[in-house]
């Protein structure tokens, strides 16, 4: 197979939006629905005439690789199940402008990701595209070599391809080392994937890395052995420095550092840290948009991100055409961050860390609750009424309590139906282990039941 492939937000938030747009959830592998291919025939890709895609390349392999990622986990939804016609265009538009990576997991969008992904990629010359998907083992029940080498394969049938251009070991960390090697060591499964290297049906193998900083230095600690070829990183100009938030984590500057030292390229995820870099509170976006008043909040996030040498790949989950465009602007070409620029978003940054919001993606591996808690949802409108200044609640006495908490009260009544609400929280935890993030879940719940109590 050939090694050189030839290929290449968001319009201002003008209002609250407390929905969520992502819907997942990393637990038991599940089969994959039939999904309608309404736009199936072939297609031969047709470069837009102003295609000025920005590319890195794939040191191992020398891809040149568009340094903005599809991300397939948030994909168009149209009567509760995914709009392939959609999906389709946005794949249209997104190869004729350049962008070539999409990332995807058995997992994503209940399970139907990979297929929607391998109907909109297999319209075209399969050289024209690089796919990427997952090992997503965090169910014990794919601890066994067999179930996990199924839900490989099964990845070949639903993405129709018969070699994955980057496959990745599935947020790994949660749960420390011990976890790591009962998912992939003890059972000989990192082991079969080198194999599958080996043989070629794999042609890049990383992971993405989520939770334990000690699970991230013993893989690249043991990169002699495994040599993997890239490393997926939760990566933005706020967890550069402030991702830490206990002893067991690290910020993403030491994720990158000792990636970029060992010579490992990184694809990254969450630049916009769940869409929250691209919804600031209005004083800080103001900083931004005097600057630049015909750009969105959104780019400056990804022209940081872009900056950085070693990144390989910046994904984006652009679920609706206008994020797509807006990124696709942002990337063609890159206009990288100034140094006076850098610092304008590091000291927004740290302005950031003062704010009381919680640090959920809405990534949706929490869900479902038993109980059937909207977990991101609650949390998303949590954030948004921290960004629009209705909390911190005042002091009882002041003269603007009222009003602020009517109107919280209210937001919230409208955003959550109201068997998806906190108050649904029966604080079993089953959440827990789920969350990359690490974020104490039901406690999270009681603080926003005793707001709205």
Same mark, same amino acid.
């Given at each position: %197979? ?40 072939? +297609?031969?890709?047709? =470069?837009? *005439? ?5 590319? &890195? ?16 986990? &948030? ?30 997991? =058995?997992? @994503? ?71 790591? $090697? ?9 082991? @079969? +994937? #080198? ?24 893989? +690249? ?22 991702? /830490?938030?206990? $002893? ?23 630049? #916009? ?6 919804? +600031?509170?209005?004083? #800080? ?10 750009? /969105? ?11 950085? !040498? ?23 070409? #890159?206009? !990288? ?9 590091? $000291?927004?940054?740290?302005? %950031? ?38 909390? !911190?609640? *005042?002091? $009882? ?38 969350? *990359? ?17």
């Amino acid at each position: %197979m050939s090694k050189n492939r030839k290929l290449n937000r968001r319009e201002f938030i003008k209002k609250l939006s407390f929905g969520s747009a992502s819907a997942v959830a990393m637990m038991a592998f599940e089969p994959i629905k039939t999904i309608a291919a309404p736009l199936n025939e072939p +297609l031969q890709p047709v =470069p837009s *005439p102003d295609n000025n895609m920005t590319y &890195r390349v794939n040191r191992h392999t020398n891809d040149k690789v568009s340094l903005l990622g599809y991300g397939m986990m &948030r994909l168009p939804m149209k009567d509760g199940q995914i709009d392939q016609e959609m999906v389709n265009k946005q794949v249209d538009y997104a190869i004729a402008h350049g962008v070539n990576y999409f990332d995807t997991a =058995p997992v @994503y969008c209940k399970g139907q990701s990979e297929t929607a992904t391998g109907i909109a990629l297999h319209r075209y010359p399969r050289d024209k595209y690089f796919i990427a998907t997952k090992m997503s083992n965090s169910n014990e029940k794919y601890w066994d070599i067999e179930k996990a080498k199924e839900m490989y394969h099964a990845s070949f049938k639903h993405l129709q391809v018969d070699y994955i251009d980057y496959y990745l070991m599935h947020a790994v960390g949660g749960g420390g080392v011990d976890r790591l $090697k009962k998912r992939f060591i003890d059972n000989g499964l990192l082991d @079969y +994937l #080198l194999e599958e290297r080996k043989a070629g049906r794999i042609r890049n193998l990383g992971f993405s890395y989520h939770g334990d900083v000690a699970v991230f230095d013993w893989l +690249l600690d043991h990169q002699d052995t495994y040599q993997f070829d890239f490393v997926q990183i939760q990566l933005n100009y706020v967890d550069w420095r402030h991702a /830490s938030m206990k $002893k067991e984590d690290a910020d993403a500057e030491y994720l990158y550092t000792k990636c970029e030292k060992l010579g490992i390229q990184n694809v990254v995820m969450e630049p #916009l840290l769940g869409s929250r870099l691209a919804k +600031l509170p209005q004083e #800080l976006a103001g900083q931004l948009t005097s600057l630049k008043p015909d750009k /969105s909040v959104a780019s400056w996030a990804f022209r940081w991100v872009g900056s950085l !040498p070693n990144i390989l790949v910046a994904l984006s989950g652009m679920t609706y055409m206008e994020h797509l465009i807006d990124n696709v602007n942002t990337f063609s070409p #890159l206009d !990288p961050c100034t140094e006076s620029e850098k610092a304008l978003l590091a $000291k927004i940054a740290n302005q %950031m860390a003062g704010y009381p919001t919680i640090p959920c993606t809405a990534c949706h591996y929490c869900t479902p609750c038993p109980y059937g808690v909207e977990i991101p949802d609650n949390f998303s409108y949590y954030n948004e009424a921290v960004n629009a200044h209705l909390l !911190p609640l *005042p002091d $009882k006495g002041a003269s603007d309590y009222a009003e602020r908490r009517k109107k919280l009260i209210e937001g919230f009544r409208k955003a959550i139906p109201e068997n998806g609400r906190a108050d649904q929280c029966m604080d079993c935890e089953a959440c827990l282990p789920k969350c *990359p993030q690490q974020i104490r879940i039901p406690i999270q719940m009681a603080r926003l039941v005793e707001l709205m109590r």
